[in-house]
């Protein structure tokens, strides 16, 4: 079963309105997720990375008053689209890292989000 | 800094037929883990094969196997009996300090019946 839960699936927002995504670690707490952005058959790009209980880490080109990171507890991070708009359209994803990568398969994957903005 | 290169966009294999797809890096970071990921068309990331740069054996998890070269820096992953379900965008990724992945750009992989 899934480890890291994501919500909604799929959102349709209005232009200038905002959209939150959730993501959730169903079997251990994270003290650090990702949150990755996909456009349409191209790779997936680190957004920001979000600690908790402290502000996230964008990565450079992002708007951090665009997408507002909260990862108020070790099972969930927010990103929040303010005042989204067209081209803000696109794949969100979030993964959450259970420990150390040196011991193996440690990094899961929500399911995504796909958001259109209208 | 760390780079992940997949030169090959799309790539088809016969039904039944092995397939390798190619994937080299490079990084500053003397610990670090490869993956691989397969991507359908839903979108979701669906974990395949993991490699940490000080195994000394390739990773293999049922028909997939990764093909680990250290000093060339290349991680290829090897599909054998490549089956129609197997066709779906396959993505490379390289994760270091903290954590943080780097994805290549991925392959799209088509079985043909």
């Known amino acids: 079963g899934a480890v890291v839960s994501q919500h909604p699936s799929r959102v349709i927002c209005k232009s200038g309105t905002s959209v939150k995504i959730e993501c959730r670690s169903l079997d251990f707490q994270a003290t650090t997720m990702f949150w990755y952005r996909q456009f349409p058959k191209q790779s997936l790009m680190l957004m920001a990375t979000?600690?908790?209980?402290?502000?996230?880490?964008?990565e450079q080109g992002v708007e951090k008053d665009k997408f507002l990171i909260n990862h108020a507890s070790l099972t969930l991070s927010t990103l929040t689209v303010t005042s989204a708009h067209p081209e803000d359209s696109s794949f969100y994803i979030c993964?959450?890292?259970?420990?150390?990568?040196?011991?193996?398969?440690?990094?899961?994957f929500g399911e995504g989000s796909w958001l259109t903005v209208v | 800094a760390q780079k992940i290169t997949q030169t090959q966009p799309g790539m088809f294999v016969q039904e039944k037929e092995a397939v390798t797809l190619d994937c080299t890096y490079d990084?500053?970071?003397?610990?670090?883990?490869l993956f691989w990921y397969k991507q359908p068309s839903s979108g979701e990331m669906i974990f395949l094969i993991y490699q940490g740069s000080y195994d000394e054996q390739n990773a293999t998890e049922g028909r997939y196997s990764l093909n680990f070269q250290k000093a060339r820096k290349s991680a290829n992953l090897v599909i054998s009996a490549s089956q129609l379900g197997d066709s779906a965008m396959y993505f490379c990724a390289l994760v270091g300090g903290y954590q943080k992945v780097t994805f290549g750009t991925g392959t799209k992989l088509q079985v043909i019946p």
């Open positions: 979000s600690n908790e209980g402290s502000k996230a880490t964008y």
């Open positions: 993964s959450a890292s259970a420990g150390s990568f040196i011991s193996g398969n440690t990094i899961y």
């Open positions: 990084t500053s970071d003397q610990s670090y883990g």
